[in-house]
């Protein structure tokens, strides 16, 4: 498809493990957000890439977060020592306007931490 | 420092009234762009609308308008004849006029239209 795509859609984990979060933006997008989204709650921003720039980590919560995307490809977000209040709805954006930045967003991975 | 603030929590209304969702932004940037965002129960994200601050005209697209008044800092946006399938989670969003800019979400505004 040509959308933003997520994987997985839902992933159960027990506390005190790592998980790995993958999206991949729409094929030339230059920009890709991370968002977290709690149950009934808005968007809290986590990540931005922007082309080759250095990325605007600002909104990770703790060391326990990371992400990497290669060029303008493939992102995946890393969260170390999984927490309870890691559980969450995880979601990508990409945007082919880095100014005007209309996003794209994907389905989310729920995550869920026992 | 940049804010979105949508005041109100949660909305519900009969079918077919009209609605209008508050929006409140706050920036030092003189130039910056306006989003309002749709999240139906499926739970993804749709583009509604952008607007740039240098355009202040008043747009309509079918049922929905959109207000846009620099004088109050206020981006407001109105469902007229609401339906069912308006029910949906609705958020404003605010980004800088540079691709630095991150976008900025307000904490959005649940709707529920009632047949």
């Known amino acids: 498809g040509a959308g933003v795509s997520q994987s997985p859609s839902n992933k159960v984990t027990e506390k005190g493990k790592d998980v790995e979060l993958r999206c991949d933006p729409i094929?030339?997008?230059?920009?890709l957000y991370w968002y977290r989204q709690r149950l009934g709650q808005g968007l809290e921003f986590l990540i931005y890439?922007?082309?080759?720039?250095?990325?605007?980590k600002s909104g990770l919560p703790s060391d326990r977060f990371s992400a990497e995307r290669t060029g303008e490809s493939v992102s995946t977000l890393t969260i170390q020592r999984t927490q309870q209040e890691d559980s969450a709805v995880y979601l990508c954006?990409?945007?082919?306007?880095?100014?005007?930045?209309?996003?794209?967003f994907g389905p989310g991975t729920r995550l869920t931490v026992l | 420092a940049q804010k979105v603030t949508q005041a109100q929590t949660e909305i519900s209304v009969v079918e077919k009234e009209d609605v209008t969702l508050d929006c409140v932004y706050e920036?030092?940037?003189?130039?910056?762009?306006l989003f309002w965002y749709k999240q139906p129960p499926s739970g993804e994200l749709v583009f509604l609308i952008r607007r740039n601050s240098f355009d202040e005209q008043n747009e309509i697209s079918g049922r929905y308008s959109w207000n846009f008044q620099k004088s109050t800092s206020s981006f407001n946006f109105t469902i007229t004849a609401s339906q069912v399938v308006d029910s949906a989670v609705y958020f404003c969003a605010l980004k800088g006029y540079s691709s630095a800019s991150k976008i900025i979400f307000g904490s959005g505004t649940r709707l529920s239209i009632r047949p």
């Open positions: 954006a990409s945007s082919s306007d880095p100014v005007g930045d209309e996003q794209f």
């Open positions: 890439f922007q082309g080759n720039s250095a990325p605007d």
């Open positions: 094929s030339g997008h230059t920009a």
């Open positions: 920036t030092r940037d003189t130039t910056y762009y």
